[in-house]
């Protein structure tokens, strides 16, 4: 039986937290051709903290689940920063920066809770439009640290320009190997990563 063709549009839709990119796909003719790559903050987190002009279950059906990533905290090779613990001490009494791809976004949510649960520690976010500015601003020391998904650090790591100091799953990162999980280290996370789905329009398949 021959394979049917699928034709896709391919649209890449920055910043604003993924919210330009549903929003895009919400308005998108019902066609079978017009497909969104969500997150969990996308698709949940972000439209229950506020009124963003969509809702997942209402306007969206769900198609496939694509992959799942964890999270894990990058900081520059050649900073002072070597560990997660050496960090906390550092945060006790520094204004420390940690750098996510905006507020509401899962690994915000992650990292913020994971330091209140810290007594002591406090560390100042900064929210940028998308994990390319969180990485641009680690490079360019605008944060002390970054809190990405496992992937995005991954580039950095390979050029050598950045370090994993720890991982959010439940086992050691495949890409970290090296990277005590927060929970090794005595810290662990009540969100441990994210899966991205495939969504549509919901009348595509009525």
């Known amino acids: 039986r021959a394979a049917l063709p699928i034709v896709a549009r391919t649209m890449v839709c920055p910043s604003g937290a993924g919210v330009t990119g549903m929003l895009t796909g919400k308005r998108a003719a019902p066609d079978g051709h017009t497909m969104v790559v969500a997150t969990p903050g996308t698709a949940a987190l972000t439209p229950n ?49 940690y750098g ?29 439009k998308g994990a390319w500015e969180v990485a641009t601003a680690l490079l360019a020391r605008h944060v002390d640290v970054a809190v990405l998904m496992d992937s995005d650090l991954l580039p950095l790591v390979v050029s050598g320009e950045a370090v994993a100091l720890a991982t959010s799953g439940v086992k050691r990162s495949a890409l970290f190997p090296d990277a005590p999980t927060f929970k090794d280290l005595v ?20």
Do not use: C
């Open 187 to 206: 810290f662990d996370t009540l969100i441990k990563g994210v899966w991205t789905g495939l969504l549509v329009p919901k009348s595509t398949l009525d």
């Open 49 to 97: 903290r506020a009124d963003v002009g969509y809702n997942t279950p209402r306007d969206f059906r769900a198609v496939a689940k694509l992959s799942s990533a964890e999270f894990a905290l990058g900081a520059l090779k050649d900073s002072d920063i070597t560990s997660f613990m050496q960090l906390l001490g550092e945060a006790r009494g520094k204004d420390l920066t």
């Open 100 to 128: 996510s791809p905006g507020v509401g976004l899962s690994q915000y949510m992650m990292f913020s809770d994971l330091l209140e649960r810290i007594p002591g520690v406090r560390m100042r976010h900064v929210p940028y």
